[in-house]
């Protein structure tokens, strides 16, 4: 073999970065785990930091060094500082904190490291189990996950591809955290929203609405999607991560949310969409992999089936691998 000559030597380079993407992962894992990121809300050399958090003096430093390639701290003089980027989305005061996002990907981490045996077994409790202390505050971090997602990018998009100004009543089916309604009502000064979700996920929706101080248009109303109905009289609903893939029970809930919708009512579908041929992109099949998606040609076929009209893909997120897509309930 010509090994000086090859036609894939781009390609291969990449697929070998991609092997080694965990460990940009891990750098802001470990420093969020290890109280680095808070410590820094203060500019400090490397010795200081270390005899706050309790590390070696050495391997901070180079994790530091890490820092800044990734570009969340700086140097300033002998001292290291977090950039603009790192306090907005590494201090848990911020609005946009990314500190659950970290917390769940640790937990998801472990389904990852077990992924061999899972396929090989088709049992996900093949994997390890995370840490503990990760494990039991699982809900807490999916949910704080879910809002630093929507609040770094995702609901600035959504906003953008959606015309929701002839609209007065949102029902945000499993709203989760409730960051989509809050940007969504942002946005249009004459929406109101309805956070719908179980107990446990709206009392920490309700301290995020207050943290926006948008108490007066969101209100939180508890449901469990396998026995309530979700309520009557709403002009625009949206489900947002709750279609994963036929094991979603997607017909249940699309069935009620044609009930709770007034004629005319406008459907919001966003969710991780895999391409009609089932290749990609990477995103989306990597999500599938773990929980599940649909194609996008499959979701608007669900979507129709349980009677809306018009369903369409209205915009693509190429590098999250997920759609939007509206329908209207006739
Ligand atoms: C993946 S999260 C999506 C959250 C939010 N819509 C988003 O896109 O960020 C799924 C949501 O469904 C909610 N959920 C799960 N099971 C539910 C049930 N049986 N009834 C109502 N909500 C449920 C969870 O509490 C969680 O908030």
Redesign the pocket.
């Known amino acids: 073999m010509d090994l000086l000559n090859l036609e894939d030597i781009a390609e291969a380079m990449n697929l070998l970065e991609i092997c080694w993407q965990f460990r940009s992962a891990r750098v802001l894992m470990a420093g969020h785990q290890l109280g680095i990121f808070e410590a820094l809300r203060t500019p400090k050399s490397s010795k200081q930091l270390a005899q706050e958090c309790k590390t070696d003096h050495q391997m901070t430093e180079r994790l530091l060094i890490a820092c800044c390639s990734l570009g969340i701290a700086e140097r300033q003089g002998d001292k290291f500082a977090l950039t603009n980027l790192g306090q907005n989305l590494l201090l848990p005061e911020s609005p946009r904190f990314i500190g659950g996002i970290l917390g769940h990907y640790e937990n998801l981490w472990w389904f990852w490291t077990g992924l061999a045996e899972v396929v090989r077994t088709g049992r996900r409790d093949a994997a390890p189990s995370a840490p503990k202390e990760f494990e039991e505050r699982w809900h807490e971090f999916?949910?704080w996950a879910?809002?630093g997602?929507?609040a770094n990018g995702v609901g600035q998009w959504l906003a953008e591809n959606l015309d929701l100004s002839d609209r007065n009543l949102l029902l945000?089916?499993?709203?989760?955290?409730g960051?989509?309604s809050i940007i969504l009502c942002q946005k249009f000064p004459n929406l109101k929203a309805v956070i719908?979700?179980?107990p446990?996920?709206l009392a920490i929706a309700e301290q995020i609405v207050k943290r926006f101080g948008m108490e007066e248009r969101i209100t939180l109303q508890q449901?469990?999607?396998?026995k309530d109905e979700f309520g009557l009289g709403y002009d625009c609903l949206?489900m947002?991560?709750?279609l994963h893939g036929p094991n979603s029970q997607a017909d249940m809930k699309l069935k009620k949310a044609y009930r709770a919708m007034k004629p005319n009512g406008l459907l919001i579908v966003?969710d991780f969409l895999l391409n009609d041929e089932k290749t990609g992109p990477s995103p989306a099949a990597l999500f599938n992999l773990m929980v599940g998606s649909y194609s996008v040609s499959e979701m608007l076929d669900v979507i129709e089936k349980s009677g809306f009209r018009d369903a369409r893909l209205v915009a693509y997120h190429q590098k999250r691998g997920a759609g939007l897509i509206t329908a209207f309930r006739p």
Do not use: C, E, Q, R
């Open positions: 999916w949910i879910m809002h997602i929507a945000d089916v499993g709203g989760g955290p960051t989509y719908w979700d179980l446990k996920t449901g469990d999607w396998n949206l947002s991560n709750i966003h």
